[in-house]
């Protein structure tokens, strides 16, 4: 799966969280990244409101998002360079602060870059992936890479060298692979479309209780 990083310009505007949060879920989705999807709003909206708070209204603001190997990575770029974000104390009665208490909660690292023009306040959350293109992972994805893996190299010409199946290329083995297991079954006398009836009934029901 494609996550290629983006960004979006936007004013520093108490209005603008709600629908920052609507574009981060959106996103979220797409990526097949829902189980951090509720954390990464969280965050977009305390690194926002922090902006809002401490730098002020109206000020020009950029979110950036990206994969960091296999974590989901939070950008908030603004043009102030000498207001710092601080940890306060959960404990403490400062007013300030809490919002990057919030984040240093949620997620796995975060920290501030000072350029010569900006600063930027990143943080990012651990996902599930194996790889930052790859799907989240789980027994039944894991044990189908590792048999698409093997029977590609079955099909390559010797002295090649194997890798990791693009995802066109590994939906035509898995086309293969599926044609050479009815031929299997034909060959022992099973009831191919019964088998198949069966691995769907199986892969909806796994479905559904992942989904619960």
């Not at 209204?57 to 974000?85: C, F, K, N, Q, W």
């Not at 029977?151 to 066109?168: N, Q």
Request: with cysteine.
């Amino acid at each position: 799966m494609s996550r290629k990083p983006w960004d979006l310009a936007f004013t520093a505007e108490p209005e603008e969280v709600a629908a920052l949060r609507r574009i981060m879920r959106l996103h979220m989705g797409a990526w097949g990244l829902q189980e951090v999807s509720d954390a990464a709003q969280l965050c977009v909206s305390e690194l926002v409101s922090n902006v809002v708070t401490h730098v002020g209204h109206g000020t020009p603001v950029t979110l950036a998002v990206s994969m960091s190997g296999t974590y989901l990575r939070i950008e908030v770029h603004d043009p102030d360079t000498r207001s710092l974000p601080t940890l306060i104390a959960a404990d403490s009665d400062a007013e300030g602060g809490r919002g990057m208490a919030l984040i240093d909660a949620v997620a796995d690292r975060w920290g501030v870059q000072l350029r010569d023009d900006q600063k930027v306040t990143w943080c990012e959350l651990a996902t599930s992936l194996v790889s930052p293109t790859g799907h989240v992972g789980s027994p039944g994805v894991t044990r189908a890479e590792a048999l698409l893996d093997l029977y590609a190299a079955t099909k390559l010409p010797r002295g090649s060298e194997a890798g990791r199946l693009s995802t066109a290329v590994a939906e035509e083995a898995v086309i293969d692979v599926i044609t050479d297991f009815l031929h299997w079954l034909r060959a022992h006398g099973c009831d191919g479309d019964e088998v198949l009836d069966r691995a769907q009934m199986h892969f909806e029901a796994e479905r559904s209780g992942s989904e619960l």
